[in-house]
């Protein structure tokens, strides 16, 4: 089980760490005093949790005294135990604060209080297995070392979902697509009260060169979109598919979808409009 200390300047980078952190499994606890290291590394053994990172920093300045017994006794208890300490230099943070319009846990002073705080904390970074100084890091460099450091992954998830316009689209959408202009089985007699999920269905949608032709572009563009989205570091894009209803050719683009993109972890999260069906 990783047990994993973040600690470090303020402004330097400990939420960005902490968000990755969580992103990739960890179960995150942040301003925890050291005399609770053992506590908490026994609540989560109970419970089984594989992955636990702690934050510690100057706002718990009142409790910094009990770090090296906290630590040591851990340390006997811990094997995979880490201490991840990130710093930058003072006119970096100073930036970082003033666009942030944070107040520092110390004071009002942002030049002293950088100061002050190194030496509060130097007992911390004098016992870390790693010092990252982000003074010219991105969040999304520094977010990559971490994943790298700790050889991580990120957990992607492509969500798809099928819905009908005159039911209004979703809100919550990355992307939505428009699939009106397929064929619509609702014209068919045999197949207006049946859904996309059906292989007669989806025969009817995709029955000529023009529809497949529509569909490979969708497809490609929607795989370009998500692993844009993966490279860039976000851990899910969600894909709206629309027709008029939600019962017909959102739901057969939306399965087809699924099967096609399989290797970007999909999910379909919902043919959202299908209870609509036996009601119409």
Not at 7 to 26: H, I, N, W, Y
Not at 162 to 190: C, M, Q, T, W
Not at 233 to 262: E, F, K
Request: hydrophobic share 40%; charged share 30%; aromatic share 8%.
């Amino acid at each position: 089980m990783p047990f994993i200390i973040v600690s470090g300047l303020s402004g330097s980078g400990k939420s960005t760490v902490l968000r990755t952190l969580e992103d990739a499994g960890f179960f995150i606890t942040d301003n925890l005093p050291p005399e609770l290291w053992g506590a908490m590394h026994d609540l989560v053994e109970a419970r089984n949790l594989h992955r636990v990172a702690v934050s510690t920093d100057a706002r718990t300045r009142d409790f910094l005294a009990a770090l090296e017994s906290s630590y040591a006794r851990l340390a006997r208890r811990q094997e995979d135990l880490r201490v991840l300490f990130l710093e930058a230099n003072a006119e970096v943070l100073l930036k970082r604060y003033n666009l942030s319009r944070r107040e520092h846990p110390l004071g009002n002073n942002l030049m002293l209080d950088f100061v002050r705080e190194r030496e509060l904390l130097a007992p911390l970074r004098a016992i870390a297995d790693t010092v990252i100084d982000t003074t010219d890091l991105s969040a999304k460099e520094l977010s990559e070392r971490v994943m790298k450091m700790f050889r991580l992954e990120h957990d992607f998830m492509l969500r798809i979902l099928s819905f009908g316009f005159k039911h209004a689209p979703p809100r919550d959408a990355d992307l939505v697509i428009d699939v009106r202009s397929l064929p619509n089985p609702y014209y068919d007699p045999e197949l207006r009260l049946r859904t996309g999920l059906e292989q007669d269905v989806q025969e009817y949608i995709f029955r000529d060169g023009d529809a497949l032709a529509f569909y490979d572009e969708i497809r490609d563009f929607v795989r370009t979109s998500a692993e844009r989205t993966r490279a860039a570091g976000r851990h899910g894009y969600t894909v709206a598919v629309g027709c008029t209803g939600g019962q017909h050719r959102s739901v057969a683009v939306a399965s087809r979808l699924a099967q096609d993109l399989s290797d970007l972890n999909v999910d379909i999260t919902d043919h959202r409009d299908l209870k609509w069906v036996n009601d119409t």
